[in-house]
């Protein structure tokens, strides 16, 4: 089985990065994104820079149109996304579940 690398694919650079590295010179080889998740019209993608001098990496973070979470405020975006969608999926009239029991 082989496997089709991108060129010159840093050491730093993590599975889920699609940039083809070494095509441009400096800072674009220490930034990594992955490939473009679609909701409606925002992009969702992952993004993680290491600074060359220090080697500290940056990341990954989620980028969510023009906003940047970090992975634990993603989480929590999830959750309270899937909470309100599981509150909207209960049917009927606007009664708190705990009322009448
Ligand atoms: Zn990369």
């Not at 650079?13 to 679609?38: F, K």
């Not at 220090?54 to 992975?71: I, K, M």
């Amino acid at each position: 089985m082989s496997v089709v690398q991108p060129q010159r694919r840093p050491a730093t650079c993590p599975s889920w990065c699609t940039l083809g590295h070494g095509l441009h010179a400096g800072e674009d080889d220490t930034v990594h994104v992955s490939g473009a998740l679609m909701v409606r019209r925002t992009v969702l993608r992952l993004c993680m820079s290491t600074d060359p001098s220090t080697g500290e990496q940056e990341g990954p973070y989620v980028l969510l149109g023009g906003e940047e979470y970090a992975l634990h405020e993603a989480d929590a975006l999830i959750d309270a996304l899937t909470e309100l969608v599981d509150r909207a999926a209960v049917p009927g009239p606007g009664v708190s579940p705990r009322a009448g029991s």
